[in-house]
Structures are given as structure tokens and as C-alpha cells.
């Protein structure tokens, strides 16, 4: 690529760097991108850059893999109850040692080799996530009761990065493993976010999953209801349905489904004209 077509592109974002700056995205990483260290350090790099051109990312985080890897580690099996893991009082101890102590410093490692902006924390500090028991065959799985996004605010304020692991707490200070897919979308919606990014292992929604070529590049919340509505969902693609539909019903303006596996996924949705994945407006 030469000069002059670099310059292009350049131009090409800056109206889309104007529309953005001073708005908040929360952005759910996980999947494939978060294990292959390759796509990791070009994640921290598109967030950096985001949050230079004077927009305000906060990443969510979840941590299944190295979850599971950890328990296996200490002679632990998982077990799961209908897709969730069942979680007791010493698992609960190992999601938290995985969540925070490795996958948050991680990646809060990663982002500030690009600059010094990224701080983590988990929905213990300050109330952040407030959790109640969803189930309890589960468990400490919780449920959001409520998300107080002061502390967020505040980092924001500083001009820094929220890097939020999704342990959640009840009003004893007991500790519940929550659904970092559904504390995303309850994130997005406490901050007024303009837009609720998930970064994937697929390209996308698809009208058929067994049809490559359905893939819908952009639908509006009530073709997102519809969706949710049939059976062509996968069981990992639920949740974030129902966090987008949550967050659109209470003022996020888009949420976007991208292939996290694509390089520089972020900056080819948000700064170009043709975007990737799968677009939900909150209306026509």
C-alpha cells in the first residue's frame, strides 16, 4: 500500500471519528481473540487507537477457557446444568483467581503496551455488579439486580479504560459468577452507551446457521425480537441476544455482532463505509 492510498483510508474515517468522539462503546471480549495472542495485541490496538480518537471504550471480559484450564489445573471437574456452570463456594474462589487475577491483568497488560490507559476491576469494586443467586442447583450464579456505573464514570473522566471482570456481589458480599454476555449489555445500558460490541467465534447473525450466505448484515430490534423469537440462534448466541435486546429497549443506540477472529475487527465496523458482521439498530 502507498502513501496516497493510505491516505485515503485516513479520510475515509474521518467522518466516522467525528461522529464517535465523546461517545461511550462497551465492548464484550472474549472467544477466540483473547486466546490467539496474535489478534489480542491487535484488539488492544484498535481500543487504543479508539480511545485516542476521543471515543470511550470499556471492555467486559469474560473467561470460560481459562476458567475451566484452572480448575482442571487444581484437580477440579467442571460441571454444568444446562449450559452454566455450576459453581460452589470453592469454584467460585477459582472463577474469581481466573477472571481477575489472570484474564484482567492480561488484558489490561496488553492494552498498555499501547499506552498507559487501561485499568482493571472487577463488579466487586464499589457495587458495581450487584448479583442475586439464579438458581440453586447453580450455585453462585447470579443474576444482575442492578449495575452502578459510578466507578466506571469516574475512569472515564480520568480518560482512562475500564477493563471489567464480571464477578458480581450480593448485599452480603458474597461473590456470584455472572454472565459476562448479560453484564455487558446491562453495562452498556447504565452508561447510555452509543454502542454494545461482542466480539465472536462467527461473522455474525445468520438467517439459516447452516447457510453461510444468510449472514444479515444489519436489522432493526424488532427483527432482532423475531429472531430471538425462532430456533435459528445457537445456544452461545442467546445470551448476547438477549443483552442486545435488554440494552436497544433502554437507549444503547446499536449493537453490533462482529468475527472476532477477523483482524482489526473494530476498526473495519466502526471507521469504514461497508462494516463487518452484524448491525442492531435500536429503530429504523
Known amino acids: 500500500m502507498n502513501a496516497q492510498e493510505k491516505a485515503e ?64 489445573r487444581l484437580g477440579k471437574e467442571p460441571e454444568f446444568l444446562d449450559g452454566m456452570r455450576v459453581t460452589d463456594a470453592e469454584t467460585v474462589d477459582i472463577v474469581r483467581m481466573a477472571l481477575v487475577g489472570k484474564v484482567n491483568r492480561e488484558v489490561v497488560t496488553s492494552l498498555n503496551q499501547h499506552g498507559s490507559f487501561a485499568v482493571g476491576i472487577s463488579g466487586e469494586d464499589a457495587g458495581l455488579i450487584r448479583a442475586t443467586p439464579r438458581d440453586e442447583r447453580l450455585g453462585f450464579v447470579g443474576d444482575i439486580a442492578a449495575i452502578e456505573p459510578s466507578i466506571i464514570e469516574r475512569l472515564l473522566r480520568e480518560d482512562l479504560i475500564p477493563v471489567i471482570a464480571t464477578i458480581g456481589v450480593d448485599d452480603a458480599g458474597q461473590p456470584y459468577n455472572v454472565n459476562a454476555d448479560l453484564v455487558a449489555g446491562a453495562i452498556a445500558a447504565a452508561l447510555d452507551a452509543e454502542k454494545l460490541v461482542y466480539l465472536t467465534n462467527v461473522a455474525g447473525l445468520y438467517g439459516d446457521l447452516d447457510d453461510a450466505r444468510s449472514l444479515i448484515s444489519r436489522l432493526d430490534i424488532e427483527g432482532l425480537r423475531a429472531l430471538h423469537a425462532g430456533s435459528t440462534l445457537s445456544e452461545g448466541m442467546i445470551p448476547k441476544i438477549e443483552s442486545c435486546l435488554g440494552a436497544l ?36
Open 249 to 284: 429497549e433502554r437507549g444503547v443506540r446499536r449493537a453490533h455482532i462482529l468475527d472476532g477472529r477477523t483482524p482489526h475487527a473494530l476498526l473495519l465496523e466502526f471507521f469504514t463505509r461497508e462494516g463487518i458482521g452484524t448491525m442492531i439498530e435500536a429503530r429504523r
Open 9 to 72: 483510508i485516513l479520510s475515509q474515517a474521518l467522518p466516522y471519528i467525528r461522529e464517535f468522539s465523546g461517545k461511550t462503546v462497551v465492548i464484550k471480549y472474549g472467544g477466540h481473540a483473547m486466546e490467539d495472542s496474535a489478534l489480542a495485541d491487535l484488539f488492544a490496538q484498535d481500543v487504543v487507537l479508539m480511545h485516542l480518537v476521543g471515543m470511550h471504550p470499556v471492555v467486559v471480559h469474560g473467561g470460560g477457557p481459562q476458567i475451566t484450564s484452572l480448575m482442571q
